[in-house]
């Protein structure tokens, strides 16, 4: 027995060397997240116009979808990392898909599949736009090109003004629904008590289409105190503000995504503790800790 000791010894201390090892600690953390895409994030990955991840597209023309106008799908390039969450982002009234075009390769190369839609017609109101975002996401996980990149389980809505009021429908109507992020949105129904969707409402101080008085705030006040929600209000800020690039909603929408669709824990230090006033930001409210 005693001329074995050391061997018994030294096997310690390798398996001890091993559990302390940085890349098998990061393996345990992945394997207790399965859905953690892409690494650690920082402030400065979190506002870049580009993530982590190369990006392709494909479009899905109006012949071939039912119960949607049709629009851009971007996805991930590597297949490397599995299956990915997804998201279909709406249009508002009187417009199309190319209003709300630049959310795609923004989110997908953070590691999302992302949908962005034509609506039957641009004078579709927001029950109408709630169903075809239901539709496209049926159509993205069912029938498109890249179904086999999206994980069903992991889906997400957007969408802007009267999309933004479609994604409130959608996510009443689907409680299964990972997260819900309307902008700037719009509804004649104030009041979504039965939402069960972890929302993002987005606002801004500027909006006189959708003014946040009438529209966002009541939005996110109606919302159960139980349910994982935050109302951000942009600071110079107007309805048409989320049609072009901003950091602030891509911000705030990626780490929304990240920690509610991938269940991704490490995009909490963005939402909690709770953003403070700031030249982009001219109000924050949110549940914290989120998850609880």
């Keep these: 027995m005693r001329r074995h000791l050391p061997a018994i010894a030294a096997a310690t201390a390798a398996s001890l060397t091993l559990l302390l090892a940085p890349g098998v600690q990061a393996a345990d953390a992945s394997a207790a997240n399965p859905y953690e895409r892409g690494p650690a994030p920082t402030q400065a990955s979190v506002e870049a116009l580009r993530g982590p991840y190369a990006v392709s597209q494909t479009t899905v023309s109006s012949l071939s979808a039912t119960g949607f106008g049709g629009g851009t799908i971007y996805y991930p390039t590597s297949t490397a990392d599995g299956t990915f969450g997804a998201v279909v982002i709406s249009p508002g009234f009187t417009a199309y898909e190319s209003s709300i075009a630049w959310l795609g390769p923004r989110l997908a190369s953070q590691g999302f599949v992302v949908f962005t839609i034509d609506t039957l017609t641009t004078l579709d109101q927001p029950d109408s736009r709630g169903r075809q975002l239901l539709a496209a996401l049926d159509h993205l996980t069912q029938r498109s090109a890249v179904r086999g ?113 991938d269940d991704d824990t490490r995009y909490e230090q963005f939402l909690c503790p709770l953003p403070r006033p700031s030249l982009t930001i001219e109000e924050y409210r949110g549940s914290c800790p989120l998850g609880s």
């Design 149 to 261: 990149r999206v994980d069903a389980g992991r889906l997400g809505v957007m969408g802007h003004s009267m999309g933004g009021g479609g994604s409130l429908e959608a996510a009443k109507s689907r409680p299964s629904l990972k997260a819900a992020v309307p902008l700037t949105g719009w509804n004649t129904d104030k009041t979504w008590p039965e939402i069960k969707t972890p929302t993002l409402v987005i606002g801004a101080d500027g909006d006189t289409v959708a003014p946040v008085a009438t529209h966002s705030e009541p939005f996110y006040e109606s919302l159960p105190n139980s349910l994982d929600k935050a109302y951000l209000e942009l600071n110079g800020a107007t309805h048409f503000t989320p049609n072009t690039s901003n950091t602030t909603i891509a911000k705030y929408s990626i780490a929304w995504l990240k920690r509610f669709v």
